[in-house]
């Protein structure tokens, strides 16, 4: 499992609760963003927005963090997010009905909402909490459509050091049967933290990845089985499920 560590926990017991064992080698680690100048300068400013859009938990956790210590949420500013986990922790963050794709998980899938098409965007400010880097589509996309887009950066990502011997010992030994890579990042990121010849040692167990960008990141870094898998925890588990029977 190569997620952050704080995203780690529920898909690591899921596996373990189904009679496997779960690795922790975490290929991403996220922090606070180390100026929190743009935080502060958007907080007097949150009624000015239509639409605040967080990229993932890890964005919802960093900006609300900052703002709720600050000031309530303005009532009139709406949420929006991608994905059934950053969903769950805007619900329990006390947001109702916030905008979420429910087919897809990706920027494509928020882009194709209606709440994000062009009749109802354009001329609306938006407000985008995400972390350092990243891609533009969802802010492009949405400034050709007419829309206002600011970006607010509330967390980094770094790739952390890791014991290389975590994940090549079992793998040497035939006991590692599965990478699971949740990001294109993470595959940049696993593969700087091994030399060439201990990356060939990885580059041998298959690899679970949730998103075609990541799955294509993955076969270009040399993995030999690559498997696809639905986006989310049930689409992983899924896919583990039917290749491992």
């Known amino acids: 499992m190569t997620r952050p560590l704080e995203q780690a926990g529920s898909l690591c017991r899921r596996i373990e609760a189904a009679g496997g064992t779960a690795i922790r080698f975490p290929v991403l680690a996220i922090a606070p963003a180390p100026d929190p100048a743009q935080l502060e300068a958007i907080v007097p ?8 859009f967080f990229v993932s938990p890890n964005a919802i956790h960093h900006a609300l963090e900052f703002v709720l210590a600050r000031r309530a949420w303005p009532a009139g500013l709406r949420v929006a997010t991608v994905g059934k986990g950053s969903e769950r922790v805007l619900l329990e963050r006390g947001f109702r009905d916030p905008v979420v794709p ?21 001329g609306r400010k938006v407000l ?4 350092d880097g990243g891609r533009d589509l969802i802010r492009d996309t949405l400034r050709e459509r007419g829309a206002h887009v600011e970006y607010v950066t509330c967390y980094r990502r770094y790739c952390p050091k890791l014991d ?12 590692l049967d599965g990478l699971l890579l949740t990001s294109s990042e993470g595959v940049r990121n696993l593969c700087s933290m091994f030399g060439a ?14 998103h075609a960008r990541i799955a ?30």
């Open 45 to 52: 400013r949150l009624d000015e927005f239509d639409l605040a």
């Open 102 to 122: 429910q087919d897809g998980f990706d920027s494509e899938s928020v882009l194709a909402l209606p709440e994000f098409s062009a009749g109802a965007i354009r």
């Open 128 to 131: 985008i909490f995400r972390g």
């Open 164 to 175: 290389p011997a975590i994940l090549l010992q079992p793998a040497a030994h035939g006991k």
């Open 197 to 210: 010849g201990d990356l060939r040692v990885l580059q041998a167990v298959p690899v679970f990845a949730s």
């Open 216 to 245: 294509a990141e993955a076969r270009e870094a040399g993995f030999a089985v690559v498997i696809e898998t639905p986006a989310g925890d049930e689409g992983l588990l899924q896919a583990l499920t039917r290749h491992f029977g």
